[in-house]
Structure formats: C-alpha cells, structure tokens
C-alpha cells in the first residue's frame, strides 16, 4: 500500500495535507482499494463547517457506500469537481487528483497533530 510521508492520516482512511489556512483531503490508497471501483462521490457540503469527525459526504463503490469523515474541522471551501466528473480518480491517484474537499482551518495545528503519521498509520493498516 501507498502511504506518503508528508500526508497526515485518519483512524477512518481519509489522509489530509495542509497548504497554509488551507488542508486537502482524500481517502487513503487503502480505502479505495477497499472499496473497490468508485462510481460516485457525493459531497453536499461546500460552505459549512464541520468538526474533525463528521461526515462530509459519501463515496459509492460498486457493491457498497461508505461515508467519508473530514480527519480535521473547517470550512468546506471547494469540491473537487475533476472527481465529480470521473470519480475513478480516486481510485488512479488517491493521493493526488482524486483529492475530495478543500477545507479552511479552523483548529489548526491541534486537529492536524492528533492525526496518525505515515507510520502509525502503516501499522494500522497491517
């Protein structure tokens, strides 16, 4: 499995990078290669603020749904519409193109530092 060391990971497969104010967020090479080819990503939360836990949308597979849970709290403030419009990205490049959300900070650096390094989140993926 890919797990970049410059990303931050999520107890539930999402992986976050931040950029300034601003952190990207995906789900994990393993995630997406869990659930299988991904059809849809719903994602109906451009403009609210959420928690670091909360569902931010779903990602349908094939043969399952599995909500998607922002690893760190903010503002949602972009969709990625390339996914939208060919949601298998996530499965190509999870890490790069198939990135979700865009959110804006609101409790950074101390929901960003609860997250799992490169290697802990290796471990828990066994």
Same mark, same amino acid.
């Given at each position: 499995?890919?797990?970049?060391?410059?990303?931050?990971?999520?107890?539930?497969?999402?992986?976050?990078?931040?950029?300034?104010?601003?952190?990207?967020?995906?789900?994990? #090479?393993?995630?997406? =290669?869990?659930?299988?080819?991904?059809?849809?990503?719903?994602?109906?939360? !451009?403009?609210?603020? /959420?928690?670091?836990?909360?569902?931010?949308?779903?990602?349908?597979a094939v043969k399952t749904v599995s909500d998607a849970f922002l690893?760190?709290?903010?503002?949602?403030?972009?969709?990625?519409?390339?996914? #939208?419009?060919?949601? =298998?990205l996530v499965n190509k490049d999870a890490y790069g193109e198939g990135?979700? !959300?865009?959110?804006? /900070?609101?409790?950074?650096?101390?929901?960003?530092?609860a997250l799992l390094t490169a290697e802990q989140y290796a471990e828990?993926?066994?």
């Amino acid at each position: 499995m890919n797990v970049p060391s410059n990303l931050k990971y999520s107890n539930d497969h999402e992986w976050c990078r931040v950029e300034g104010e601003f952190a990207y967020v995906g789900i994990t #090479d393993f995630a997406q =290669s869990q659930l299988g080819d991904i059809v849809f990503v719903d994602v109906p939360t !451009v403009g609210e603020t /959420l928690a670091a836990g909360d569902v931010f949308g779903s990602i349908e597979a094939v043969k399952t749904v599995s909500d998607a849970f922002l690893p760190v709290g903010g503002e949602v403030v972009e969709v990625n519409e390339a996914v #939208d419009v060919d949601p =298998s990205l996530v499965n190509k490049d999870a890490y790069g193109e198939g990135w979700l !959300v865009k959110i804006r /900070l609101n409790n950074h650096p101390a929901d960003y530092d609860a997250l799992l390094t490169a290697e802990q989140y290796a471990e828990l993926i066994g």
